[in-house]
């Protein structure tokens, strides 16, 4: 729990860190490249395809088939791009050692005094524990990728 707290921390500080990014930095994107759009209401994970001075156009794999998507810059709330290793890393960790410390636990209830070795559900569950929280960080972004855009804030 303590290493959830500490990641969680260290992501927020490191998002209050971050100066506002420009619109034009996202001219040097690759096309391909893995990014999470957030609007108002909406965060959409794409391709990027192009960007132009009103909008960004990417494209999502739906049902097998390719979408273009386009977005006004107006409506952008920010632009980061996908860190699906920094993610899965994280969630293998903390999934590993939730596994290993309710394995630990169940261990420690076994009673069995012929056994020289009562860790069985220690190991067990760390490696389904960490291919788990290895699964959770593809499904979502875990942590955050790097910041390639960001709005001027419209509240005073």
């Not at 930095?25 to 959409?44: C, F, N, V, Y």
């Not at 739906?62 to 273009?68: E, F, I, N, P, T």
């Not at 994280?90 to 020289?116: F, H, K, M, Q």
Request: proline share 3%; charged share 15%.
């Amino acid at each position: 729990m303590l290493c959830l707290a500490f990641l969680l921390s260290a992501s927020a500080v490191g998002l209050a860190q971050q100066p506002v990014k420009d619109w034009h930095d996202l001219e040097t994107l690759k096309p391909g490249a893995s990014i999470r759009i957030t609007l108002a209401r909406q965060r959409t994970l794409c391709a990027f395809d192009s960007v132009s001075e009103e909008a960004i156009v990417c494209h999502k794999r739906q049902a097998g088939v390719d979408r273009s998507l386009s977005f006004l810059r107006a409506d952008i709330h920010q632009i980061r791009a996908r860190n699906a290793t920094g993610s899965i890393i994280a969630g293998a960790a903390l999934g590993a050692g939730v596994g290993a410390g309710i394995g630990a636990l169940v261990d420690s209830r076994i009673n069995n005094p012929g056994a020289t070795n009562n860790a069985k559900f220690t190991g067990g569950l760390a490696r389904a524990g960490g291919l788990l929280g290895a699964l959770f960080g593809i499904a979502t972004e875990f942590v955050p990728g790097k910041l390639l855009y960001k709005a001027e804030s419209q509240h005073p």
